[in-house]
C-alpha cells in the first residue's frame, strides 16, 4: 500500500495556526518566541508552546481562528480519491492536535494523526504537551517526523511526504523528488539545496498528481 506522509499547517491549510496566534497576540521582536528558535535559543516545541500558552480568548473565538488557516476546501474529497485507490494518508505535524482534529472532524475525515497534543483554557491558553509515550517521540520537536517516514519506507516501497517548514526537511529528503512535495520555506530550502520536488499551492495538488502517476503505473 502507497503511503502519503503530510504536514498540517502551512500544508493542508493555507497558514500556519501559530502564526495566525502571533499576529492576534504578539510579541516585541526580542521577546517573540519564533524568533528565539530560529536563532536557537528555543526548541521548535518550546517556541511553539509558549506560542499557545499566551492566548486569552474564548474557544469558539479560537475556534474561528484556527478555520482562518484555511484548510484546502478540496481535502476531503482529495483524501478520499487516494484513499480509494489504495492510498494511506497520514498527518505528521510539529503543532498542536486540538486544532488539527478539530478541522479534520468539521471536514469529515479520517486520517492517522502525529501530533503533540493539548487541551484548551481560557485564562492559560492552548496548552501544549510532549507526547513521550508516541513511539516518534522527539524532545525538541514533540514529533519526529524523520521516524515517520523511516517505518513507512519500511513498510512501502512507494512513500510520499509534503511539507512546508524547517521540521520538513531531513524527511522530504528520506523520499525520492518525483515523491517529494514542498511550498513556503521548505521548496526554498529544497532549491538552495538543488534537490527536485513537486512544488503546490493547495493539498489537492498533491493528490492529483499522486492519482495521476499511479493511474499510469
Known amino acids: 500500500m502507497p503511503i502519503l506522509i503530510s504536514d498540517f499547517d502551512g500544508t493542508i491549510t493555507r497558514y500556519d495556526f501559530f502564526d495566525r496566534v502571533r499576529q492576534r ?4 521582536p526580542q521577546d517573540d518566541p519564533w524568533e528565539k528558535f530560529v536563532s536557537g535559543e528555543k526548541t521548535h516545541f518550546q517556541a511553539l508552546a509558549e506560542i499557545f500558552a ?8 479560537l475556534l474561528g481562528l484556527a478555520d482562518s488557516t484555511e484548510l484546502d476546501p478540496s481535502f476531503a474529497k482529495s483524501v478520499r480519491a487516494l484513499q480509494d485507490h489504495g492510498w494511506e494518508v497520514a498527518i505528521a505535524s510539529a503543532g498542536c492536535g486540538w486544532y488539527i ?8 475525515v479520517s486520517v492517522s494523526v502525529h501530533a503533540n497534543p493539548g487541551t484548551f483554557d481560557p485564562k492559560r491558553g492552548l496548552l501544549m504537551s510532549l507526547p513521550e509515550h508516541s513511539p516518534f517521540f522527539s524532545s525538541s520537536k514533540g514529533v519526529n517526523k524523520v521516524a515517520i517516514v523511516q517505518e513507512a519506507l519500511q513498510q512501502s516501497d512507494r512513500v510520499a511526504f509534503a511539507g512546508d517548514g524547517r ?14 512535495f ?13 534537490e527536485k520536488f513537486h512544488p503546490f499551492e493547495r493539498w489537492s495538488e498533491i493528490a492529483d498528481q499522486l492519482l495521476k502517476v499511479s493511474s499510469k503505473q
Open 25 to 28: 497576540w504578539p510579541y516585541s
Open 54 to 61: 499566551s492566548i486569552r480568548t474564548t474557544e469558539a473565538d
Open 101 to 108: 482534529d478539530v478541522l479534520l472532524k468539521k471536514a469529515g
Open 167 to 180: 521540521p520538513d526537511l531531513r524527511p522530504a529528503l528520506l523520499v525520492p523528488p518525483p515523491s517529494r
Open 182 to 194: 514542498a511550498r513556503g520555506w521548505l521548496a526554498e530550502a529544497l532549491s538552495e539545496r538543488g
